[in-house]
């Protein structure tokens, strides 16, 4: 079902900072920024690596705004490790599949992810407390 893990997404308050933390610590790259107002969040990818199914990235989220998923997990839990993302070859047919299992949807249909991909949730209750995503990249043409 999953080709990689396409990113991890880190819960932060100042993006800047985090930024300069990670790329400092780990000599990774910025590759891509972006403020996704369906989501709440102002972003920063990372690269990581790249591999037969493509590549792997540190997303780093800053809120918003105090009620959007990210700022409400902020006032709970504070900085760290928000979400695990994998890439999917057909993220509609990933949903349908899950969702079969009985694990709640927390998108009904896939929404805009970041560089252009497709994207949905699913509910960390149903995934041992791990807010889980599921990423179908975006083919060239389209980013
Ligand atoms: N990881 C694990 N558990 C989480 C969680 C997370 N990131 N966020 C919330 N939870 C848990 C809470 O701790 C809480 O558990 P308890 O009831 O045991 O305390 C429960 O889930 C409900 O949490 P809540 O604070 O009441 O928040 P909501 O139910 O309103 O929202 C969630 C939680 C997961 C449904 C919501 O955050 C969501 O829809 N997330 C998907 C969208 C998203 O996160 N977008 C930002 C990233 C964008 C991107 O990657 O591009
Ligand atoms: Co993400």
Do not use: W
């Amino acid at each position: 079902m999953f080709l990689r893990i396409d990113h991890i997404g880190i819960a932060c308050n100042d993006l800047e900072e985090k930024i300069a933390l990670f790329s400092g610590l780990f000599d990774l790259t910025v590759v891509a920024r972006e403020v996704n107002e369906e989501q709440g969040v102002k972003e920063a990818m990372l690269h990581v690596a790249d591999g037969e199914g493509g590549g792997s990235y540190i997303q780093l989220l800053e809120p918003l705004s105090a009620d959007s998923p990210v700022g409400k997990f902020l006032a709970k839990r504070g900085e760290g490790v928000h979400h695990v993302a994998f890439g999917v070859p057909d993220v509609a047919g990933a949903m349908e599949q899950i969702g079969a299992k009985g694990v709640r949807l927390l998108d009904e249909r896939p929404r805009h992810g970041s560089m252009g991909s497709s994207i949905a949730f699913l509910h960390p209750k149903d995934v041992g407390g791990m807010l889980t995503e599921l990423v179908q990249t975006a083919r060239p043409e389209e980013m």
